[in-house]
């Protein structure tokens, strides 16, 4: 109703005009007929402007109603605005760009699928030349073939990020939500890194009970323990230090904390090392770091329900903390 009295506010300030010059027009010419006659001539008038503002209204209201609404949907939609030719011109118009968006849309998610079948292909593919190099230098000195087995390892994990980048605006329709042993995924996750531990010398310590179990999606719970890890040794700093996985209950949920005896975060950077290609000064300074890791961390995390924090102090180590779902707890309740 605001939006119709908004519309024909200009007609009904003309109409008034027009009624106070009626009687002026009448007063200028003299007394001849009675002033009741001009009366009777106004609220004729105001009868019939009444009538058409009501037929108007009647005619239109529900495309005010629809263009007054709060509730809009995210797509475009096709609503009922009348037959009369205004809303019906606004309907078709709305079609029509509703095809447009829609088409627009279908080109965008064919090139995004095409993009992502062929990064999915490109990984694979790398994958095989990596591993016949990889049995190739075994035939290779031991000394030059450590530093090609690193470099490589490199190239790995370069290679598997690029995948799950890629896989991430396809997420929903890549995980399966299901109780896993929390200390079973840990220990799986330092077991695919132990070339890195071994080579850094770090020494992992474990302090997770074996009946503990959380609701998340194993291969990607994997890969964040997996960004996590090599961020952690790798700014451990010196051979000799140790990663210390901790886990303890939290009401509904658990708490996984990952903490490292490195070179800790300035607290300048705390809050923007999960913005993605940020590596800050740490970062530059020791040459490790893409920015994308703690950013793919916590875009997966929330994907999972879960949450990630950052607990680090300067020159000593830093914690990441991990919360996830007792998928004990959560259990007991469904039973």
């Known amino acids: 109703m605001k939006l119709f009295l908004r519309e024909h506010l200009p007609l009904m300030l003309f109409f008034a005009v027009q009624m106070l010059l009626v009687p002026l027009l009448y007063w200028l010419a003299g ?23 009501v037929y108007r209204y009647l005619s239109h209201r529900t495309m005010y109603q629809e263009l007054s609404s709060q509730e809009l949907s995210e797509e ?16 078709e ?48 000195e031991e000394a030059p073939a450590e530093h090609i087995r690193e470099e490589l390892e490199r190239i790995r994990k370069g290679l598997e990020m690029v ?32 070339k890195l531990f071994i080579r850094k010398g ?16 194993a291969k990607w719970f ?61 970062g530059r300074q020791y040459h490790e770091s893409t920015g994308m890791g703690l950013y793919l961390v916590r875009e997966i995390a929330h994907k999972l329900d879960h949450s990630v924090e950052l607990e680090s102090t300067l020159g000593e180590g830093t914690t990441v903390i991990l919360t996830l779902r007792n998928a004990a707890i959560q259990g007991t309740s469904h039973s």
């Open 202 to 217: 770090i020494t992992p310590v474990f302090r997770i009970d074996d009946r503990i179990s959380v609701y998340t999606d």
């Open 31 to 53: 007394e001849g007929r009675p002033f009741t006659v001009v009366l009777y001539g106004v609220l004729l008038s105001s009868v019939v402007l009444l009538a058409y503002l």
């Open 93 to 140: 118009r709305i079609s029509h760009y509703e095809r447009l968006y829609r088409e627009q849309l279908h080109r965008h998610q064919s090139g995004t699928d095409q993009h992502l079948a062929f990064v999915n292909r490109w990984v694979h593919q790398m994958k095989t030349p990596l591993s016949v190099i990889q049995l190739t230098l075994d035939e290779v």
């Open 76 to 91: 475009f939609s096709n609503p009922p605005l009348g037959d009369a030719p205004l809303p019906e011109a606004i309907r």
């Open 222 to 282: 994997r890969f964040m323990l997996g960004q996590i890890l090599t961020n952690a040794v790798n700014y451990s700093g010196s051979p000799g230090k140790k990663i210390q996985f901790t886990a303890e209950e939290a009401g509904k949920h658990i708490k996984l904390r990952i903490r490292d005896e490195g070179i800790g975060i300035a607290p300048e950077d705390i809050n923007r090392v999960f913005h993605p290609y940020f590596t800050g000064e740490r």
């Open 163 to 194: 995948l799950y980048t890629a896989r991430l605006d396809r997420f929903e329709q890549d995980f399966a939500v299901e109780a896993v042993r929390l200390r079973a995924a840990v220990s799986e996750s330092v077991v695919e890194n132990r």
